[in-house]
T-cell receptor
Framework: ETGVTQTPRHLVMGMTNKKSLKCEQHLGHNAMYWYKQSAKKPLELMFVYNFKEQTENNSVPSRFSPECPNSSHLFLHLHTLQPEDSALYLC?????????????FGPGTRLTVT | GESVGLHLPTLSVQEGDNSIINCAYSNSASDYFIWYKQESGKGPQFIIDIRSNMDKRQGQRVTVLLNKTVKHLSLQIAATQPGDSAVYFCAEVNTGNQFYFGTGTSLTVIP
């Protein structure tokens, strides 16, 4: 185990639903990340939080709303998603967001939008 | 923009043989590179990293080689085992501390 947990592991939702993804890290890290992984495409960075503050929003549509109440927890609130949003959503953490420390990834949430 | 790519999408090797997975990058200013392994149903797992001031770094059964002249990165796995079957991808970190990931190479180890 990497010390990063994600729930749920699988989620099927309709386009009008509202759901949330949860990530928790037990590593004492200060930076947390959301990534989207689609088939045969590189990992896409969505959001970065460092010491609970959002430091990067990589032009993500507003139907994805992140929340970081503390350095150990990260949420991704989903609302009015599209079928093309179906993907594996990965959470990661690192010592900080300076990019020079390895990132530890959770197992991901497999999201299917119907 | 950045581009990080892999030469081959799939690679099959016989158990016990050595594996070589390649990665090309485009930004000569990138100063940090990482290899990840992603098994089915799991998130990416750090394998090994290398900084741009190095040409080679060795870990347990893995070696990363960096050729800055041609902007090429490779991962060598010695004595490949069935547990090595996974998708491997590289990541490039530029001077702005931004990560760029490759699409991945699927390694299959044949018993």
């Amino acid at each position: 185990e990497t010390g990063v947990t994600q729930t749920p592991r699988h989620l099927v939702m309709g386009m009008t639903n509202k759901k949330s993804l949860k990530c928790e890290q037990h590593l004492g890290h200060n930076a947390m990340y959301w990534y989207k992984q689609s088939a045969k495409k590189p990992l896409e960075l969505m959001f970065v939080y460092n010491f609970k503050e959002q430091t990067e929003n990589n032009s993500v549509p507003s139907r994805f709303s992140p929340e970081c109440p503390n350095s150990s927890h990260l949420f991704l609130h989903l609302h009015t998603l599209q079928p093309e949003d179906s993907a594996l959503y990965l959470c990661a953490s690192s010592q900080d967001d300076r990019g020079l420390y390895e990132q530890y990834f959770g197992p991901g949430t497999r999201l299917t939008v119907t | 923009g950045e581009s990080v790519g892999l030469h081959l999408p799939t690679l099959s090797v016989q158990e016990g043989d050595n594996s070589i997975i390649n990665c090309a990058y485009s930004n000569s200013a990138s100063d940090y590179f990482i290899w990840y392994k992603q098994e089915s149903g799991k998130g990416p797992q750090f394998i090994i990293d290398i900084r741009s001031n190095m040409d080679k770094r060795q870990g347990q059964r893995v070696t990363v080689l960096l050729n800055k002249t041609v902007k090429h990165l490779s991962l060598q796995i010695a004595a490949t085992q069935p547990g090595d079957s996974a998708v491997y991808f590289c990541a490039e970190v530029n001077t702005g501390n931004q990560f760029y990931f490759g699409t991945g190479t699927s390694l299959t180890v044949i018993p």
